[in-house]
């Protein structure tokens, strides 16, 4: 089955610094990756999406891309902000099988906490 | 455009007592799929309906069960609650069934059970 598997956290920096937060994946056909944010007491929101291979995501200055060769869609920005501070899910939807597609699987999520 | 709204926000319940859980998707939005949300489990997926047919469903016992109304309205129903069903259960709406297209979330129905 699909699988995706998030770098274990908690994730704590600076402002300012840079950050990756690895994403890999275990999926059959040709999957959607995407990266989704959740802020305290809410629900999740789109971070940012890639379709197909070597495509590139971006959103707010965060950036990923979608590496078929190592299935993975590791989540980069260049200089955090304290606002940034959340927990962040990479999740795959898989083409495969017609029953398939509206299922999102999920990473166990990484929490991110930005200090100024 | 408005979001997708869930309700209740907060459930407080008994073990035993059945519950009943409702999400208005965006408009327009045919999809609309349940996940569970826990500190141990993490993102789950319950169940996606599709134009009020159940599409897919996620390994969870017959206790959970939906359904999807004609205005593509959802609601769905634990029964013979158990502790370990305290969670927050998220509800997301899609256009279609399309594997790349983005799902909007609800901000969630946080349940409690005592």
């Known amino acids: 089955g699909n699988s995706v598997t998030q770098m274990e956290g908690p994730v704590t920096l600076s402002e300012e610094a840079f950050l990756t937060i690895n994403c890999t994946y275990t999926?059959?056909?040709?999957?959607?990756l995407f990266w989704y944010v959740q802020y305290p007491g809410e629900g999740l929101q789109l971070l940012l999406k890639a379709t197909k291979a070597d495509d590139k995501g971006s959103n707010k200055g965060f950036e990923a891309t979608y590496r078929k060769e190592t299935t993975s869609f590791h989540l980069e920005k260049g200089s955090v902000q304290v606002s940034d501070s959340a927990v962040y899910f990479c999740?795959?939807?898989?083409?495969?099988?017609?029953?398939?597609?509206?299922?999102?699987?999920f990473g166990q999520g990484t929490i991110l906490t930005v200090h100024p | 455009k408005a979001g997708v709204t869930q309700t209740p926000r907060y459930l407080i319940k008994t073990r035993g007592q059945q519950v009943t859980l409702s999400c208005s998707p965006i408009s327009g939005h045919r999809s609309v799929s349940w996940y569970q949300q826990t500190p141990g489990q993490g993102l789950q997926f319950l169940f996606e309906y599709f134009s009020e047919t159940q599409r897919n469903k996620g390994n969870f016992p017959g206790r959970f069960s939906g359904r999807q109304f004609s205005n593509s309205r959802s609601e769905m129903n634990v029964s013979t609650l158990e502790l370990g069903d305290s969670a927050l259960y998220l509800c997301a709406s899609r256009p279609n069934r399309g594997s790349n297209t983005e799902a909007f979330f609800g901000q969630g129905t946080r349940l409690t059970v005592v």
């Open positions: 999740a795959l939807t898989s083409n495969a099988g017609g029953t398939s597609y509206g299922k999102l699987t």
């Open positions: 999926a059959t056909g040709y999957p959607s």
